[in-house]
């Protein structure tokens, strides 16, 4: 059961982004990630009453707090970027990119954590997944000048914030159920995300939703949910050698979907790319 559900966290992980992408060809990518972070907060404490953690929030330190909320307000800027370059571009090119967080963060726990156990194995790994998304990032013949990788910059800060949440995450976490911190900076999320959405003036948005995109939005948030208990479920009864290296596979299941949903095809050169990311992405997992 723990296999499937591992797996399972994968293929809710790769619907997200396809589940999103198909919220935002209207709507304002800002406001589809205020409206999809309030599912994935009510997902969030979920998971923390099933875990019966929530007594424990009182015994939190002022250190672990003020880290988890800088997480959060890392998480934030990812995902607002994220679906700014999903509105944009092609989710074959946006998912690699931003997917490359991985390279940072392995870099900087080794730097910062000092972990450096199999360490050549991790710097080989880093390696081939940069040249791996390289390989991924080329413009397609019919993209038109105006819009030549706009997306790019986006996915590019989804992933530097994306490798910050982890690293700020890391030490927020130390003494806290994973699950009531990953509620909490979820929470801060939710509050940044709205701020941004009305100092930005966008609330007027709110009242022109499509009701079709507002569903996929929902959809997205859910299918993040239910990634998440999936591999909550996973680790809690697997064994974590095995799910974290299938749950990073969801670049695959993203990709597939892609191909099915919106008929983005990859070249030669970029299905060499994801084989790299792919082999990278088990050996460090591993």
């Known amino acids: 059961m723990w296999l499937i559900m591992a797996a399972s966290s ?3 992980a790769g619907l997200t982004s396809i589940l999103a992408k198909c919220g935002i060809k209207n709507t304002d990518s800002d406001v589809a990630t205020a409206l999809r972070t309030i599912v994935v907060l009510l997902f969030a404490w979920i998971m923390v009453f099933v875990v019966g953690s929530a007594g424990t929030i009182t015994g939190i330190s002022t250190t672990s707090v003020v880290f988890l909320v800088l997480s959060g307000l890392a998480t934030g800027a990812s995902w607002l970027c994220y ?3 999903l509105s944009v571009g092609d989710v074959n090119k946006v998912v690699p990119v931003d997917k490359s967080s991985t390279v940072l963060t392995v870099l ?7 972990e450096t156990d199999h360490l050549a194995v991790k710097l080989i790994g880093t390696a081939l997944l940069a040249v791996g998304v390289l390989l991924m990032i080329e413009r397609k013949e019919t993209e038109a000048k105006e819009t030549k990788r706009s997306w790019l910059p986006y996915a590019i800060g989804s992933a530097l914030f994306a490798a910050l949440t982890a690293i700020l995450g890391k030490v927020g976490i130390t003494g806290v159920e994973s699950n009531l911190g990953t509620a909490i900076r979820t929470g801060v999320v939710l509050v940044m995300a709205w701020m941004i959405v009305f100092v930005k003036g966008k609330g007027s948005e709110l009242r022109r939703l499509d009701r079709k995109e507002l569903v996929f939005i929902v959809l997205s948030g859910i299918a993040t949910g239910a990634s998440w208990l999936c591999y909550y479920y996973a680790i ?3 064994v974590v050698s095995v799910v974290v ?5 969801s670049i695959v299941a993203s990709i597939t979907f892609s191909y099915f949903v919106f008929g983005e095809k ?3 050169r970029s299905l060499v790319g994801l084989i ?4 990278a992405t088990l050996a460090m997992a591993m």
Do not use: E, T, Y
């Open 108 to 114: 900087l726990a080794i730097i910062l954590f000092n």
């Open 276 to 279: 790299l990311i792919v082999v």
């Open 266 to 268: 990859l070249s030669r």
């Open 83 to 85: 679906f700014k370059a």
């Open 245 to 249: 290296p299938i749950d990073k596979l």
């Open 10 to 12: 994968a293929l809710f």
């Open 236 to 238: 809690q009864n697997g």
